[in-house]
């Protein structure tokens, strides 16, 4: 088992950044990929972002390409999603996710309780 908790998510105005931080707990002796995905009010969760194990692949959704980027430190069992040039519509709450290997879709093994972040124009 590998428990996920986010943090970093709050308000920010358009064109702002923030920095989300997910700590990793449990059996993070085992490899995993880790990824991003968010959910706004009435819309499905999306993928937003991944990151292998050793951080030598990384996955964008076109929507938050060159604007955020993935990150993990393996030493502190951390993940991380530096957001830039934040966009209204980038407000969801925003879920950390694990699982043995990349996916693109919610089939994660492992997510987080999810942290808020409200972009206003």
């Known amino acids: 088992q590998v428990q996920l908790v986010e943090s970093g998510g709050g308000s920010v105005q358009a064109g702002g950044s923030l920095r989300l931080s997910c700590a990793a707990s449990?059996?993070?002796?085992?490899?995993?990929?880790m990824g991003w995905f968010r959910q706004a009010p009435g819309k499905e969760r999306e993928f937003v972002a991944a990151?292998?194990?050793?951080?030598?692949?990384?996955y964008y959704a076109d929507s938050v390409k060159g604007r955020f980027y993935i990150s993990r430190d393996n030493t502190e069992n951390m993940g991380y999603l530096q957001m830039n040039i934040l966009k209204p519509e980038d407000t969801a709450v925003y879920y950390c996710?694990?699982?043995?290997?990349?996916?693109?879709?919610?089939?994660?093994?492992?997510w987080g309780q999810g942290t808020q972040v409200i972009v206003s124009s």
């Open positions: 990151i292998s194990w050793l951080g030598g692949s990384r």
């Open positions: 996710t694990a699982g043995p290997v990349i996916s693109f879709t919610t089939d994660y093994q492992y």
């Open positions: 449990g059996r993070t002796s085992n490899s995993y990929a």
